[in-house]
Nanobody, 127 residues
Framework: QVQLVESGGGLVQAGDSLRLSCAAS????????VGWFRQAPGKEREFVAS????????SYADSMKGRTTISRDNAKNTVYLRMSSLKPEDTAVYYC????????????????????WGQGTQVTVSS
């Protein structure tokens, strides 16, 4: 069992940067690939980024490429999502999720591929 807790959300202005954190507890975090998803008001939850347990391979949604970086510090059991040039349309609840995987390069883009989810952190971007 893995427990995930997101933090770092808040109210920012358009053009600002923000770094979200996903802290894990309960199991060895190095066994897990981690993804970030977001859900805007009135919309379905969508994929943002994913990182393999090794940290070597990452995957991004096309809409987030170039202004988003996912990274991890396995010694701290934490995965980060750094976003820059934020836009009002980035306003959403951001969730991290984890799935146990031995794949060195394994990342996952579908919600159904993940077994554990955090409660989410709100990001609001004002214009």
């Amino acid at each position: 069992q893995v427990q995930l807790v997101e933090s770092g959300g808040g109210l920012v202005q358009a053009g600002d940067s923000l770094r979200l954190s996903c802290a894990a507890s309960g199991r060895t975090f190095t066994d897990y690939a981690v993804g970030w998803f977001r859900q805007a008001p009135g919309k379905e939850r969508e994929f943002v980024a994913s990182i393999a347990w090794s940290g070597v391979h990452t995957s991004y949604a096309d809409s987030m490429k170039g202004r988003t970086t996912i990274s991890r510090d396995n010694a701290k059991n934490t995965v980060y999502l750094r976003m820059s040039s934020l836009k009002p349309e980035d306003t959403a609840v951001y969730y991290c999720a984890a799935v146990r995987s031995a794949g060195f390069y394994y990342t996952a883009r579908e919600q159904s591929q993940y077994d554990y989810w955090g409660q989410g952190t709100q990001v609001t971007v004002s214009s």
